[in-house]
């Protein structure tokens, strides 16, 4: 009797055995099913890069097209550009904007340099929190950024001068409108300007004056230029509604023959080349500079080294090159 119910109980023993059995399989199978169905797990995504562009002035048409360099460039490589800068061009505020951008926490900041303290002690304040910050425009050499993306104000100067005294027919008088007196870029490219014409016997630089980076200003400043120093004979304007504005102040003096030479590729210098008021005018690339500053920072996320400065090389606005739509070497 005890030999049957030891049988018994093993036969019982056994059936839950291969029951459970069964069911560890059946449900091993199931989830295998259902990982096959769902395909390979992939990692989490990245959140997106986040970086802000804090222009000059917001609406300045040179900065229009390096934000649209940059948001370009940052929609290839999975990128958020967020742009700002003041209505107005006004540097306490374009610090307030960095200041502002800082306690954001973005991934990078990029901005013009404006030469001053309190800049490079923003600049110090965001890279010591782990957020990386490069110039465009203008440079800010002696603060911590990593690097500076643009013209290369200084040769932009020289080419200026070179393209003076290469004109034929050129007067040795010449009067200089600068976008703006405490801009480093403006102030570069004049010290470019002066170190050629000063090698050119008969030619002199007889008036510096600052539009305000403002076309009326330009045309208000040409204009009492010339009733002051009546014998000027050429105006260079160094930012880009220079140009523009002093063929204002050149027709509000009544003077003719007076040769301008501009900055930057506008609708307005493109007319008065073409109506053959303006001579020439040098041209950067606003475009190529924010997407560059982009890639640079693309690159800085990756661990590569960064060059301290990327020139970003002008071009020549004539004549002929407004004919056939383009600009020149």
């Known amino acids: 009797m005890s030999n049957r119910k030891w049988w018994i109980g093993l036969v019982v023993v056994v059936l839950i055995f291969g029951y459970v059995l069964i069911r560890f399989f059946a449900s091993t199978t199931k989830v295998d099913d259902l990982i096959h169905r769902m395909g390979p797990v992939k990692p989490a995504a990245q959140p997106a890069k986040h970086i802000v562009l804090i222009a000059q002035e917001l609406d300045n048409p040179f900065w229009r097209e390096m934000e649209q360099g940059a948001a370009e460039e940052a929609q290839k490589l999975g990128m958020k550009i967020d742009y700002t800068g003041p209505i107005r061009i006004d540097p ?69 001068g070179e393209l003076v005294l290469n004109h034929p027919g050129g007067s040795g008088r010449i009067g200089v409108i600068v976008g703006s007196e405490f801009a480093d870029n403006q102030r570069q490219r004049l010290e470019g300007f002066r170190s050629v014409i000063s090698t050119a016997a008969g030619y002199e630089v007889v008036d510096v004056r600052s539009s305000n980076i403002s076309r009326i200003g330009a045309a208000e400043q040409a ?107």
């Open 92 to 160: 306490a505020e374009q610090a307030r904007l960095l200041e502002k951008a800082i306690a954001a926490k973005p991934d990078g900041i990029l901005i013009q340099g404006v030469g001053n303290a309190e800049y490079d002690r923003l600049i110090a304040k965001a890279v010591d929190q782990g957020i990386p910050v490069l110039t465009v425009d203008a440079d800010e050499p002696g603060s911590r950024r990593l690097a500076y993306v643009g013209t290369d104000n200084r040769e932009a100067g020289r080419r200026m």
């Open 223 to 329: 204009e009492a230029m010339l009733r002051q120093h009546g014998e000027i004979g050429t105006i260079v304007g160094f930012s880009s509604l220079d140009a523009g504005g002093i063929v204002e102040g050149i027709k509000a003096a009544g003077k003719e023959g007076v040769r301008v030479y501009g900055f930057d590729d506008l609708e307005a210098t493109r007319k008065g080349i073409a109506d053959g008021d303006i001579e020439a005018s040098i041209v950067q690339q606003p475009l190529e500079i924010g997407g560059q500053a982009v890639h640079l920072l693309a690159q800085w996320f990756q661990g590569q080294k960064l060059p301290a400065q990327l020139f970003i090389p002008t071009t020549l606005l004539d004549r002929k090159s407004v004919q056939t739509g383009g600009s020149g070497p």
